[in-house]
Protein backbone atom coordinates (compact mmCIF):
# COMPACT_ATOMS: atom_id res chain seq x y z
CA UNK A 1 0.00 0.00 0.00
CA UNK A 2 2.88 2.16 0.84
CA UNK A 3 4.63 1.91 -2.28
CA UNK A 4 1.41 2.77 -4.41
CA UNK A 5 0.75 5.70 -2.52
CA UNK A 6 4.28 6.53 -3.32
CA UNK A 7 3.78 5.52 -6.32
CA UNK A 8 0.46 8.19 -6.31
CA UNK A 9 3.13 11.60 -5.30
CA UNK A 10 5.69 10.70 -7.61
CA UNK A 11 3.37 9.97 -10.91
CA UNK A 12 1.68 13.41 -10.25
CA UNK A 13 5.33 15.10 -9.62
CA UNK A 14 6.91 13.75 -13.10
CA UNK A 15 3.24 14.12 -14.98
CA UNK A 16 3.40 18.25 -13.69
CA UNK A 17 6.65 18.60 -14.94
CA UNK A 18 6.91 15.82 -17.83
CA UNK A 19 3.12 15.33 -19.20
CA UNK A 20 4.32 13.08 -22.03
CA UNK A 21 6.30 10.88 -19.60
CA UNK A 22 3.22 9.02 -18.45
CA UNK A 23 1.37 8.65 -21.53
CA UNK A 24 4.79 6.94 -22.68
CA UNK A 25 4.84 4.71 -19.99
CA UNK A 26 1.54 2.77 -21.31
CA UNK A 27 4.31 1.16 -24.29
CA UNK A 28 7.58 1.36 -22.29
CA UNK A 29 10.22 3.03 -22.90
CA UNK A 30 13.07 0.83 -25.16
CA UNK A 31 16.41 3.28 -24.43
CA UNK A 32 17.07 6.40 -22.02
CA UNK A 33 16.70 9.00 -24.71
CA UNK A 34 12.69 8.90 -24.05
CA UNK A 35 13.44 9.64 -20.29
CA UNK A 36 15.85 12.49 -21.09
CA UNK A 37 13.11 14.08 -23.68
CA UNK A 38 9.67 13.02 -22.53
CA UNK A 39 7.65 13.45 -26.30
CA UNK A 40 4.72 15.57 -25.22
CA UNK A 41 2.66 14.14 -28.04
CA UNK A 42 0.16 12.22 -27.28
CA UNK A 43 0.05 8.04 -27.57
CA UNK A 44 -1.88 6.59 -30.75
CA UNK A 45 -4.81 4.86 -28.89
CA UNK A 46 -3.95 1.74 -30.42
CA UNK A 47 -0.67 1.79 -28.92
CA UNK A 48 -2.11 2.68 -25.24
CA UNK A 49 -1.08 -0.91 -24.24
CA UNK A 50 -3.90 -0.46 -21.65
CA UNK A 51 -4.66 -4.36 -22.19
CA UNK A 52 -1.45 -5.31 -21.59
CA UNK A 53 -1.13 -6.66 -18.26
CA UNK A 54 1.93 -7.33 -15.65
CA UNK A 55 2.74 -10.88 -16.82
CA UNK A 56 2.72 -9.81 -20.19
CA UNK A 57 4.77 -6.69 -19.45
CA UNK A 58 7.58 -8.88 -17.57
CA UNK A 59 7.73 -10.96 -21.00
CA UNK A 60 8.17 -7.82 -23.34
CA UNK A 61 10.89 -7.20 -21.08
CA UNK A 62 12.55 -10.46 -20.46
CA UNK A 63 12.47 -10.27 -24.43
CA UNK A 64 14.40 -6.41 -24.65
CA UNK A 65 16.88 -8.29 -22.05
CA UNK A 66 18.06 -11.23 -24.57
CA UNK A 67 18.00 -8.87 -27.97
CA UNK A 68 20.14 -6.65 -26.18
CA UNK A 69 22.30 -9.19 -25.17
CA UNK A 70 22.20 -10.75 -28.55
CA UNK A 71 22.89 -7.52 -30.31
CA UNK A 72 26.11 -7.21 -28.15
CA UNK A 73 27.40 -10.29 -28.48
CA UNK A 74 27.17 -9.63 -32.50
CA UNK A 75 29.89 -6.11 -32.10
CA UNK A 76 33.50 -5.97 -31.46
CA UNK A 77 35.27 -3.97 -29.06
CA UNK A 78 34.89 -0.66 -28.80
CA UNK A 79 32.47 2.35 -28.70
CA UNK A 80 29.47 0.40 -30.09
CA UNK A 81 29.84 -2.04 -28.01
CA UNK A 82 29.55 -0.17 -24.87
CA UNK A 83 26.70 1.61 -26.43
CA UNK A 84 24.66 -1.84 -25.91
CA UNK A 85 26.50 -2.84 -22.96
CA UNK A 86 24.91 0.37 -21.21
CA UNK A 87 21.72 -0.69 -22.79
CA UNK A 88 21.70 -4.10 -21.24
CA UNK A 89 22.81 -2.72 -17.83
CA UNK A 90 19.77 -0.34 -18.09
CA UNK A 91 17.06 -2.65 -19.50
CA UNK A 92 18.22 -5.47 -16.66
CA UNK A 93 18.12 -2.49 -13.74
CA UNK A 94 14.61 -1.37 -14.53
CA UNK A 95 13.08 -4.71 -14.94
CA UNK A 96 14.47 -6.00 -11.97
CA UNK A 97 13.57 -3.23 -9.61
CA UNK A 98 10.33 -3.19 -10.80
CA UNK A 99 9.66 -6.60 -10.35
CA UNK A 100 10.52 -5.75 -6.62
CA UNK A 101 8.32 -2.95 -6.22
CA UNK A 102 5.32 -4.81 -8.22
CA UNK A 103 5.70 -8.33 -9.32
CA UNK A 104 6.64 -9.71 -5.94
CA UNK A 105 4.71 -8.40 -3.50
CA UNK A 106 1.99 -9.05 -5.78
CA UNK A 107 3.07 -12.61 -6.43
CA UNK A 108 3.20 -13.00 -2.23
CA UNK A 109 -0.55 -12.32 -2.10
CA UNK A 110 -1.02 -15.43 -3.75
CA UNK A 111 -0.14 -17.96 -1.57
CA UNK A 112 2.35 -19.98 -0.16
CA UNK A 113 3.93 -20.76 -3.59
CA UNK A 114 3.78 -17.33 -4.59
CA UNK A 115 5.93 -16.43 -1.36
CA UNK A 116 8.50 -18.99 -1.87
CA UNK A 117 8.91 -18.03 -5.69
CA UNK A 118 9.08 -14.78 -4.46
CA UNK A 119 12.21 -15.11 -1.86
CA UNK A 120 13.78 -17.03 -4.71
CA UNK A 121 13.13 -14.63 -7.19
CA UNK A 122 14.71 -11.86 -5.22
CA UNK A 123 17.87 -14.33 -3.94
CA UNK A 124 18.46 -14.55 -7.74
CA UNK A 125 18.37 -10.56 -8.29
CA UNK A 126 20.61 -10.15 -5.70
CA UNK A 127 23.28 -12.24 -7.32
CA UNK A 128 22.67 -10.89 -10.55
CA UNK A 129 22.95 -6.95 -9.15
CA UNK A 130 26.50 -7.95 -7.38
CA UNK A 131 27.35 -8.74 -10.88
CA UNK A 132 26.28 -5.59 -12.61
CA UNK A 133 27.31 -3.14 -9.44
CA UNK A 134 30.73 -4.87 -10.49
CA UNK A 135 30.88 -4.58 -14.34
CA UNK A 136 29.27 -1.10 -14.73
CA UNK A 137 31.42 1.28 -15.98
CA UNK A 138 34.08 -1.08 -17.38
CA UNK A 139 35.36 -1.00 -20.39
CA UNK A 140 34.76 -3.71 -23.06
CA UNK A 141 37.64 -6.36 -22.79
CA UNK A 142 37.26 -10.24 -23.29
CA UNK A 143 37.61 -10.10 -19.73
CA UNK A 144 34.13 -8.07 -19.37
CA UNK A 145 32.85 -10.30 -22.26
CA UNK A 146 33.09 -13.42 -19.30
CA UNK A 147 31.97 -11.85 -17.18
CA UNK A 148 28.28 -10.42 -19.18
CA UNK A 149 28.13 -14.06 -20.05
CA UNK A 150 28.43 -15.48 -16.61
CA UNK A 151 25.90 -12.79 -15.34
CA UNK A 152 23.58 -13.31 -18.43
CA UNK A 153 23.18 -17.28 -18.02
CA UNK A 154 22.44 -17.11 -14.32
CA UNK A 155 19.55 -14.17 -15.53
CA UNK A 156 18.58 -16.46 -18.54
CA UNK A 157 18.06 -18.66 -16.34
CA UNK A 158 15.63 -16.90 -13.50
CA UNK A 159 13.99 -16.10 -16.42
CA UNK A 160 12.86 -19.47 -17.70
CA UNK A 161 12.11 -19.84 -14.01
CA UNK A 162 9.40 -17.07 -14.15
CA UNK A 163 8.33 -17.83 -17.36
CA UNK A 164 7.89 -21.65 -17.29
CA UNK A 165 5.42 -24.06 -15.33
CA UNK A 166 5.13 -23.41 -12.00
CA UNK A 167 6.74 -20.26 -12.34
CA UNK A 168 6.52 -16.76 -11.26
CA UNK A 169 3.99 -15.61 -13.95
CA UNK A 170 2.00 -18.57 -14.07
CA UNK A 171 1.46 -18.64 -10.72
CA UNK A 172 -0.06 -14.91 -10.80
CA UNK A 173 -1.93 -16.07 -13.86
CA UNK A 174 -3.85 -18.28 -11.96
CA UNK A 175 -4.22 -16.45 -8.74
CA UNK A 176 -4.68 -12.88 -9.45
CA UNK A 177 -7.51 -11.74 -11.50
CA UNK A 178 -7.15 -9.83 -14.85
CA UNK A 179 -8.02 -6.31 -13.84
CA UNK A 180 -5.41 -6.57 -11.49
CA UNK A 181 -3.07 -8.15 -13.45
CA UNK A 182 -3.96 -5.07 -15.87
CA UNK A 183 -3.90 -2.38 -13.10
CA UNK A 184 -0.45 -3.57 -11.64
CA UNK A 185 1.17 -4.05 -15.33
CA UNK A 186 0.40 0.35 -15.67
CA UNK A 187 2.19 0.44 -12.52
CA UNK A 188 4.70 -1.74 -13.70
CA UNK A 189 5.44 0.26 -16.43
CA UNK A 190 5.16 3.24 -14.75
CA UNK A 191 7.60 2.73 -11.63
CA UNK A 192 10.04 1.86 -14.60
CA UNK A 193 10.44 5.33 -15.01
CA UNK A 194 11.18 6.07 -11.50
CA UNK A 195 13.48 3.45 -10.29
CA UNK A 196 17.37 3.17 -10.55
CA UNK A 197 18.92 2.54 -13.85
CA UNK A 198 21.89 0.93 -12.15
CA UNK A 199 22.16 -2.36 -9.83
CA UNK A 200 21.79 -1.70 -6.42
CA UNK A 201 23.11 -4.62 -4.69
CA UNK A 202 22.82 -3.30 -0.88
CA UNK A 203 19.52 -0.94 -1.21
CA UNK A 204 16.42 -2.83 0.42
CA UNK A 205 14.74 -5.01 -2.25
CA UNK A 206 10.87 -4.99 -0.48
CA UNK A 207 8.95 -1.99 -0.38
CA UNK A 208 8.43 0.69 1.38
CA UNK A 209 12.31 0.76 2.05
CA UNK A 210 13.06 -0.23 -1.60
CA UNK A 211 10.20 2.63 -2.58
CA UNK A 212 12.26 5.50 -0.88
CA UNK A 213 16.01 4.11 -1.34
CA UNK A 214 14.91 3.23 -5.17
CA UNK A 215 14.02 7.19 -5.56
CA UNK A 216 17.04 8.49 -3.50
CA UNK A 217 19.74 6.19 -6.14
CA UNK A 218 17.35 6.95 -9.42
CA UNK A 219 18.31 10.76 -9.12
CA UNK A 220 22.25 9.36 -8.90
CA UNK A 221 21.64 7.12 -11.61
CA UNK A 222 20.04 9.87 -14.18
CA UNK A 223 22.84 12.12 -13.64
CA UNK A 224 25.29 9.12 -14.82
CA UNK A 225 23.13 7.78 -17.62
CA UNK A 226 23.72 11.65 -19.14
CA UNK A 227 27.62 11.10 -19.38
CA UNK A 228 27.25 7.26 -20.99
CA UNK A 229 26.39 6.33 -24.79
CA UNK A 230 23.42 4.34 -25.52
CA UNK A 231 21.92 3.21 -28.84
CA UNK A 232 19.68 5.71 -30.30
CA UNK A 233 15.42 4.77 -30.14
CA UNK A 234 15.75 3.76 -33.96
CA UNK A 235 19.08 0.96 -33.35
CA UNK A 236 16.54 -0.65 -30.16
CA UNK A 237 13.66 -0.28 -32.56
CA UNK A 238 15.04 -2.13 -35.39
CA UNK A 239 17.26 -4.55 -33.27
CA UNK A 240 13.91 -5.58 -31.73
CA UNK A 241 12.09 -6.08 -35.09
CA UNK A 242 15.16 -8.07 -35.84
CA UNK A 243 14.78 -9.82 -32.68
CA UNK A 244 10.61 -10.98 -33.46
CA UNK A 245 11.46 -11.50 -37.03
CA UNK A 246 14.11 -14.39 -36.05
CA UNK A 247 11.70 -16.35 -33.71
FE1 LIG B 1 13.06 -11.36 -11.96
FE1 LIG C 1 11.96 -10.84 -14.84
Given at each position: MASKLLL?????????????????????????????????????????????????????????????????????????????????????????????L???P?????????????????????????????????????????????????????????????????????????????????????????????????????PP?AT????????????????????????????????????
Amino acid sequence: MASKLLLRCATSLVVRSYPGVIRAASTGSASPKSHDKPSTKATPVNMSGNNIDVTERVIIDHNDIKQAYEKLKTMSDGKDAEKWFNQLLWTIARHSAAEELVVYPLLEKTGKTGQQLADKSREDHQKTKEALAAMDGQPMTPELRRKIDTMMADLLEHIAMEEGPGGDLEVLRKGVNKDDLLSEGKSFEKWKLLVPTHAHPNAPDKPPFATVAGFMAAKVDKLRDLFRSFPDQSEVKSNKEQGKQQK
